[in-house]
């Protein structure tokens, strides 16, 4: 009997890196000679960051900075969906960010669709917020991994689990 090899297609953030980004932007902030006095700030609660600036320049320069030390730690910012920034207390501004965990419906049809147009033998499942693609033939999966990458996605995807059962 041929062995079914499968690999699972995800989108994941590791919150640690985002925790340590943060901390490092936020020291930036405080340490920084043009935010000398200013009431700008990040706030990271495990699952959404806030971003806070004394007017909408200070806030895109916080949003430049936490970009970068995201970028610097490996999270793709891609993975930032970005809310409308709005008025907050003593004169500031805010705007929250959101972190993209795992693949949701609209992104796992695109997956499935560019797998079945690629005529290969696997077999594509959605399981809740990630993809399995399974199929006997290793290169096939090489090709649906390939063309996947090629894909422009609005999210970052990862490939894990890649394994022989």
Same mark, same amino acid.
């Given at each position: ?9 995800? %989108? ?18 405080? @340490?920084?000679?043009?935010?000398? +006095? %200013?009431? %700008?700030?990040?706030?990271?609660? +495990?699952?959404?960051?806030? #971003? ?6 200070? #806030? ?7 970009? +970068?030390? #995201? ?62 693609? %399974? ?10 991994? @390939? ?16 394994? @022989?059962?």
């Amino acid at each position: 009997m041929a062995k079914e090899n499968t690999f699972d297609i995800v %989108s994941k953030v590791d919150l640690q890196e985002v925790k340590n980004a943060v901390d490092q932007a936020t020291r930036e902030i405080r @340490t920084r000679f043009d935010f000398k +006095g %200013s009431r %700008s700030d990040i706030i990271f609660d +495990g699952e959404m960051i806030t #971003l806070v600036g004394d007017d909408d320049f200070k #806030l895109k320069n916080v949003v430049d900075i936490l970009e +970068g030390k #995201l970028i610097k730690r490996g999270i793709n910012i891609k993975a930032l969906r970005y809310g409308k920034v709005e008025p907050a207390a003593k004169d500031t501004v805010r705007q929250k960010l959101n972190l993209v965990q795992g693949v949701d419906k609209d992104q796992a049809k695109i997956i499935t669709k560019l797998v079945k147009d690629s005529k290969l033998k696997v077999q594509v499942n959605i399981q809740g917020d990630q993809v399995r693609i %399974s199929g006997k033939n290793r290169d096939d999966l090489q090709v649906i991994i @390939t063309t996947i990458k090629d894909y422009e996605f609005d999210i970052p995807l990862q490939f894990a689990n890649y394994r @022989t059962i």
